[in-house]
């Protein structure tokens, strides 16, 4: 169940999936692992899997970095500016 609303500009309401890069807001993101508790028996496959790519979330640090170079490497705008924002030091934009 993704609602298709638009999202809030505070980031307290919003998921980030880092799989793909992209945001819904945390009642969907709720509603899928719902979804996902009752359908364990059903399709353990989508355990622990994104509502929109259907890829696995990753688990651990180690993935998180995997998922990001590979979106960096396709050249997803989103994860070049999120990249982009980790590199920066406070202090950067008052020069």
Do not use: M, Y
């Not at 609602?3 to 309401?13: E, F, I």
């Not at 979330?57 to 989103?78: H, K």
């Amino acid at each position: 169940p993704i609602c298709l609303l638009p999202l809030t500009l505070g980031n307290d309401l919003n998921v980030e999936l880092v799989c793909c890069n992209k945001k819904i807001c945390d009642g969907c993101f709720n509603a899928h692992q719902i979804k996902e508790d009752e359908e364990q028996v059903e399709r353990p496959w989508l355990q622990d899997s994104c509502p929109l790519c259907r890829h696995h979330r990753p688990l651990s640090d180690a993935e998180v970095d995997a998922f990001t170079r590979r979106r960096i490497e396709a050249n997803d705008p989103i994860a070049l500016r999120e990249a982009g924002n980790d590199c920066t030091v406070e202090g950067d934009d008052e020069k």
